[in-house]
């Protein structure tokens, strides 16, 4: 059976709306890789050295990263190897399989978070300016919420002009508690105040926002640590994840920054936005693969519910969808 059909089979057991969010948010990509795939295909007639090296060259203007293409193509050539296969297009099927391995074949490819069952969860979102983080904080606790959870956010970026504002403007339209002090105050007493609260609420989730920007990386990192040491000290296990959130459209600087945050504190998971915006969708793969850490949402889109759980085979059906529902028909 060919993995189309296996992706379809698997697709069905989700629901519509989100294999429909994937497909939506991934047109772009899927209109410039897998069209340039289709007419790879479409032009030649067996599969042979000078295939692999066009092909290389599309996955990495795709953004999936030089080592992961390497990888790729040699896993690849192995499977045509093995299969006998000829006919090009036959290799589309191979290469969405591939996709899908190279994805799940690390260690901790889970995009489920770390919720609490008994008492207070706390997630902390990390990232410089405007990747999304404060957007994705939003639909994060609207999703929360429609699950019946009392969430409580901190408006932790104390930085920047307007940003608790935003947040605020967030907190109303899902309908859940923001907890602030004035500009420019300390974000780490934020925190403080923002766990009393949450405590004292019973509340379930409390997602702390924090700022993107300050004079210098350093000073950055040496506040998220300060506001990280609180919530160590005032919740027991906390911070239950660091998210990091990338921009997608950023392209391999993601991964330059993704690579700084590393270094500096543990993050547990990536949030990639705004891949609706891009064509080059396939960072997704390098990101999981260069840097050894889960992908656990996509931003899909602007609106609140345009937040996904990252699923793997999901979002390799979203880029080849055209071909995976022929496939269905034949
Ligand atoms: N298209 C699209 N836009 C997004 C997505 N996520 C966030 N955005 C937009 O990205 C812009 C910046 O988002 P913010 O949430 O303010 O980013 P931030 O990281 O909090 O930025 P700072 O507070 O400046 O550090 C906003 O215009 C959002 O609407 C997404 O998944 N898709
Ligand atoms: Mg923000």
Not at 8 to 30: H, M, N, P, S
Not at 156 to 171: K, P, S
Not at 278 to 286: E, F, M, Q, S, Y
Request: glycine share 8%.
């Amino acid at each position: 059976m060919s993995f189309f059909k296996k992706l379809k089979e698997k697709i069905t057991k989700q629901t519509d709306a989100v294999t429909d969010k994937f497909k939506d948010g991934l047109t772009k990509t899927r209109d410039s890789f897998s069209g340039r795939v289709n007419d790879l295909v479409a032009r030649y007639r067996k599969v042979d050295e000078d295939f692999f090296e066009e092909l290389e060259e599309i996955l990495i203007q795709a953004d999936v990263g030089f080592e992961t293409v390497m990888e790729l193509i040699e896993e690849l050539k192995m499977e045509v190897k093995r299969q006998h296969i000829q006919d090009p297009a036959e290799v589309q099927s191979v290469i969405s399989e591939k996709l899908v391995e190279i994805y799940q074949s690390g260690e901790d490819t889970t995009s489920k978070l770390n919720i609490q069952e008994d008492g207070l969860t706390v997630l902390l979102f990390v990232g410089v300016n405007g990747v999304g983080k404060t957007t994705t904080i939003g639909k994060l606790a609207h999703k929360f919420k429609s699950e019946g959870k009392n969430v409580v956010l901190a408006a932790g970026d104390t930085f920047r002009a307007g940003a608790i504002e935003q947040l605020e403007v967030w907190g109303e339209r899902v309908g859940v508690n923001v907890i602030k002090q004035g500009a420019g105050s300390d974000p780490a007493a934020v925190m403080f105040d923002a766990i009393q609260a949450a405590k004292s609420r019973n509340a379930d989730i409390l997602i702390c926002d924090t700022a993107g920007r300050l004079q210098n990386k350093v000073n950055l990192m040496k506040e998220l640590e300060k506001v990280k040491r609180v919530i160590e000290r005032e919740v027991p296990g906390a911070p239950h994840e660091v998210l990091l959130v990338l921009d997608a459209t950023t392209g391999q600087n993601a991964l330059i920054q993704a690579k700084t945050f590393k270094e500096a504190t543990n993050v547990s998971g990536i949030v990639l936005t705004k891949l609706d915006g891009t064509a080059k969708g396939g960072i997704v793969l390098a990101i999981r693969n260069e840097l050894g850490i889960p992908v656990k949402f996509v931003g899909l889109g602007e609106k609140m519910d345009d937040l996904q759980e990252f699923d793997a085979e999901t979002y390799v059906y979203g880029l080849f969808a055209d071909l995976v529902e022929k496939e269905e028909l034949a």
